[in-house]
């Protein structure tokens, strides 16, 4: 199948720096591609929709100014987490949908990214 | 909204004694329902999608069953790999926007 690749796949901070974390489609090219955020046995809750060559669509509660999201190319989106604070320590995973998939909402996963904020 | 609400939270069973998860579903228009695997620290890994009630699919042990309220996700003879979270998610409308439930953790011990 698909493969989606994401990096840092963890990564420690301190309190009120930024971090970066990235999100690739590596054999197919994405238009959209998704961040969503996991507490420990909760839901996986969508954070955002990130469209290629335009903004990115935060869902309700989601802070675009916290959350910066940029998808620079078709196979690239990037999650920033700006001035992070202990609270935003979570697991962050991105997912990709093949469009040349004929299955209607299929998307593929990265291996997410767990930030921890100290 | 859609909502999504999976059945047991956990489960445990003993190697080769087969049982089944269930996924309940309210939404305005079913698109797909789906199937995750996700193991700890992993991101989900794609299992089924089911588009219509009575549809079902299959692959190994794994069977996913889909009426118009529920789907079923059938284990049968399990084996200790199959232990993980166990995620249904649905979509709706025109976007592809995926609603998920919070899983099921599925130990089977050998």
């Known amino acids: 199948g698909a493969v989606v690749s994401q990096h840092p796949s963890r990564v420690i901070c301190k309190s009120g720096t930024s971090v970066k974390i990235e999100c690739r489609s590596l054999d197919f090219q994405a238009t959209t591609m998704f961040w969503y955020r996991q507490f420990p046995k909760q839901s996986l809750m969508l954070m955002a929709t990130s469209n290629e060559g335009s903004k990115a669509t935060y869902e309700q509660g989601v802070e675009k100014d916290k959350f910066l999201i940029n998808h620079a190319s078709l196979t690239l989106s990037t999650l920033t987490v700006t001035s992070a604070h202990p609270e935003d320590s979570s697991f962050y995973i991105c997912?990709?949908?093949?469009?040349?998939?004929?299955?209607?909402?299929?998307?593929?996963f990265g291996e997410g990214s767990r930030l921890t904020v100290l | 909204e859609d909502q999504v609400t999976q059945s047991p939270e956990a489960l445990r069973l003993q190697e080769g004694e087969s049982s089944s998860l269930n996924c309940s579903y309210t939404v305005s228009g079913l698109r797909g329902l789906f199937w995750y695997r996700q193991d700890p620290g992993k991101g989900p890994e794609f299992l089924f999608t089911l588009y219509s009630a009575g549809e079902e699919k299959e692959k190994e042990r794994l069977k996913a069953t889909l009426t118009k309220k529920e789907s079923f996700l059938h284990i049968t003879a399990p084996k200790p790999e199959d232990s993980a979270t166990y995620l249904c998610a649905v979509v709706s409308g025109s976007n592809y926007k995926l609603t998920f439930g919070k899983g099921t953790l599925l130990t089977v011990n050998p």
């Open positions: 997912s990709a949908r093949d469009p040349s998939g004929r299955n209607t909402g299929e998307l593929f």
